[in-house]
């Protein structure tokens, strides 16, 4: 059984366990003031081309998402996410349990844009409501579509003059900036986002998230609310040093480029044999539509998910490639397919 289901079935890159390895009996200081933390912050800055931003390391994405949103907003201020969001769908009301309502926006890509916002906002006109304050997107989205940077400039434009805060989860990011539809550099997000994170675990990490404060307004105390929402890990060294693996030769983004190849593999063997997809994708998630006879074949060799019933007849199935999905397991799926 060979599983397409997810980007963290594997461990970690063989370089992350070396330097773990390595470095297991060093003391050092803890909760993220130990030398491999402070050397991935500085490192993160250079690749970022900004030193103004505090970075801060988390173990999990819904972490992140929670203690980021919950100390971003006062208790009456709500966020807005598509109805595709992960926060809104896939992190068990985590949000809500800090005390701020998720709005949801139908979206057709994914992707929430400037007139959505405006909807969201029009929407809610008084004290009697909770009031928009944030704009919660990912890049890719939970679909696989990425944002442009004219995108993800109208969206900051327009919630900056709106003072509307625009935070991105990239749990994916890596894949999103390695996609070839993809024109947003990694120096572009501290110009572009107010708040946003780099996805570790999803990219090759054992755990860890790499969380980038751009507006100074949001920088003040933060520690305390990671500290309060059980963030703030005394083994900080454990992220730091992963990191730092991750980005000192680039690692980071070759691992996001094998991802999304394979998947660009299995989605060019797809079409070829006369199947369509839910959406186009150029990250390492695609969404084949198949007969659910050929599914119900295929889930005796793959391991993945069924993501929407399309009719009576056919379904849309999500693949999703790591950074270290095997060709030849993209091939044997590829002739699985042809052959059913």
Sequence with gaps: MYSFKNDYSEGAHPNILRALIESNMEQEDGYGEDKYTLGAINLLKEKLQSNDVDIHMFCGGTQTNLTAISAFLRPHEAVIAASTGHVLVHETGAIEATGHKVISVKVDDGKLKPIHIKMAIDEHTDEHMVKPKMVYISNPTEIGTIYKKQELKDLYDFCTKNNIILYVDGARLGSALCSKENDIKISDLPKLTDAFYIGGTKNGALIGEAF???????????????????????????????FLELFKNDLYFELAKHANNMAD??????????????????????????????????????????????????SAIRLVTSWATKEDAVNAFIEDLILI
Excluded at 216 to 240: M, P, W
């Design 212 to 242: 980038v404060i751009c507006s100074d307004s949001l920088k003040v105390d933060f520690r305390y609310h990671i500290k309060q929402k059980g963030g703030l890990l005394a083994k900080g060294r454990l992220i730091g040093i992963q």
């Design 265 to 314: 593999m299995l989605k060019k063997g797809i079409g070829k044999s006369g199947y369509e997809f839910l959406i186009s994708s150029s990250t390492n998630q695609i969404f084949p539509i198949l007969p659910n006879k050929t599914i119900k074949k295929l889930e005796e060799k793959y391991s993945f998910f069924v993501w929407q019933k399309i009719d009576g007849d056919s």
